[in-house]
């Protein structure tokens, strides 16, 4: 007679198996979305940095992106579920650390020193890049989700006779419909993360590029609209990692989202004695700096009440508290 529990078993593993091919699918997805953006912005930037220069760039360009195409063949295979694409892919993402080391000769190019900033945000969408690549690829081996695909189901046993054995500690159960909501609302908030970041991106160019004619300050706007620009693009980068940490329900991404903000804070110490220097110096018209603090101001705002909407939310709170707990009592239990 077959056993009703091994029977239960296997339909357990086979829904399993289905949902860790899903959640696969959803960060190659993202993870393709990501090269196609790094691919046109790091033209856009290589473009302007070397502008003021006799280098010619697009061989090279077109050299890296012929590399990136190479990408979609564990891609393919991932997607499929074969498991040679693990190995393909940790081996490309091994040989894409070298683009790290090219690196070293893009800062021996002499630029003029408005577009210095520029190499340096070009410089963090690399590195950026090669640990997405690295983390991806660590997940491949070590999510429980996505390790399950590649395990065999077992086949139902015959019932065996009942074994009595002693009661056990047991968790206490819990209402799976609460974690239900905070999976959903937390992936939600990673997707309108993620389209806010290089939504506005794009917004502000074509805000910007229809502002420069109503506004007669050629050069003011052009200033205005590279740094807002640059400003844009640091914050799409660095917020991309609690992209893909809420993507992946990492309990570590409450405790990073203050970190981003950290960093925006350096940027903008940073940011804002050049700012001045330039202010003092350059005859730009008031109506563009205000255009500047204005849309900086409007930017930051909308990202504070996107994040504490998430972040007070009841059940993604609750998610959070009761992982917490969780890991404490298997840490005390081993």
Same mark, same amino acid.
């Given at each position: 007679?077959? *056993?009703?529990?091994?029977?239960?078993?296997?339909?357990?593993?086979?829904?399993?198996?289905?949902?860790?091919?899903?959640?696969?699918?959803?960060?190659?997805?993202?993870?393709?979305?990501?090269?196609?953006?790094?691919?046109?912005?790091? +033209?856009?930037?290589?473009?302007?940095?070397?502008?003021?220069?006799?280098?010619?760039?697009?061989?090279?360009? %077109?050299?890296?992106?012929?590399?990136?195409?190479?990408?979609?063949?564990?891609?393919?295979?991932?997607?499929? *579920?074969?498991?040679?694409?693990?190995?393909?892919?940790?081996?490309?993402?091994?040989?894409?650390?070298?683009?790290? @080391?090219?690196?070293?000769?893009?800062?021996?190019?002499?630029?003029?020193?408005?577009?210095? #900033?520029?190499? %340096?945000? =070009?410089?963090?969408?690399?590195?950026?890049?090669?640990?997405?690549? %690295?983390?991806?690829?660590?997940?491949?081996?070590?999510?429980?989700?996505?390790?399950?695909?590649?395990?065999?189901?077992?086949? #139902?046993?015959?019932?065996?006779?009942?074994?009595?054995?002693?009661?056990?500690?047991?968790?206490?159960?819990?209402?799976?419909?609460?974690?239900?909501?905070?999976?959903?609302?937390?992936?939600? *908030?990673?997707?309108?993360?993620?389209?806010?970041? +290089?939504?506005?991106?794009?917004?502000?160019?074509?805000?910007?590029?229809?502002?420069?004619?109503?506004?007669?300050?050629?050069?003011?706007?052009?200033?205005?609209?590279?740094?807002?620009?640059?400003?844009?693009?640091?914050?799409?980068?660095?917020?991309?990692?609690?992209?893909?940490?809420?993507?992946?329900?990492?309990?570590?991404?409450?405790?990073?989202? #203050?970190?981003?903000?950290?960093?925006?804070?350096?940027?903008?110490?940073?940011?804002?004695?050049?700012?001045?220097?330039?202010?003092?110096?350059?005859? @730009?018209?008031?109506?563009?700096?205000?255009?500047?603090?204005?849309?900086?101001?409007?930017?930051?705002?909308?990202?504070?009440?996107?994040?504490?909407? =998430?972040?007070?939310?009841?059940?993604?709170?609750?998610?959070?508290?009761?992982?917490?707990?969780?890991?404490?009592?298997?840490?005390?239990?081993?």
């Amino acid at each position: 007679m077959i *056993c009703l529990k091994s029977v239960k078993s296997m339909r357990e593993q086979k829904q399993q198996r289905k949902s860790g091919i899903r959640h696969l699918r959803m960060i190659l997805l993202l993870f393709m979305i990501f090269l196609i953006i790094y691919t046109v912005f790091s +033209y856009f930037l290589v473009k302007l940095m070397l502008e003021d220069t006799r280098i010619s760039f697009l061989p090279g360009f %077109l050299l890296h992106a012929g590399i990136m195409l190479f990408w979609f063949l564990p891609v393919r295979m991932l997607w499929s *579920c074969h498991r040679i694409g693990r190995l393909l892919f940790q081996l490309f993402s091994i040989m894409n650390i070298y683009t790290v @080391y090219e690196l070293i000769s893009l800062f021996q190019v002499s630029i003029t020193k408005d577009h210095a #900033p520029l190499r %340096l945000v =070009f410089a963090a969408l690399v590195i950026g890049k090669a640990v997405l690549v %690295l983390y991806v690829a660590w997940q491949l081996q070590r999510d429980s989700q996505i390790i399950c695909i590649w395990k065999r189901i077992a086949e #139902p046993q015959e019932e065996a006779e009942p074994i009595i054995s002693l009661p056990s500690n047991t968790r206490i159960p819990h209402d799976r419909r609460v974690d239900m909501r905070a999976r959903n609302r937390i992936r939600a *908030c990673s997707l309108a993360l993620l389209l806010y970041q +290089y939504g506005m991106l794009v917004l502000l160019y074509l805000l910007l590029f229809l502002l420069r004619y109503y506004i007669n300050d050629v050069q003011g706007m052009q200033f205005m609209q590279r740094t807002l620009l640059m400003a844009s693009l640091f914050s799409a980068l660095i917020w991309s990692l609690p992209v893909v940490s809420l993507f992946l329900y990492k309990q570590w991404s409450r405790w990073i989202i #203050p970190v981003m903000w950290f960093m925006e804070g350096i940027r903008l110490l940073l940011t804002i004695p050049q700012l001045v220097d330039i202010f003092n110096t350059q005859n @730009y018209q008031l109506i563009s700096w205000a255009v500047l603090v204005v849309l900086e101001l409007l930017r930051y705002v909308l990202l504070y009440r996107l994040l504490s909407y =998430f972040l007070k939310d009841p059940f993604v709170r609750v998610y959070w508290l009761r992982n917490y707990h969780a890991s404490i009592q298997e840490d005390q239990e081993l």
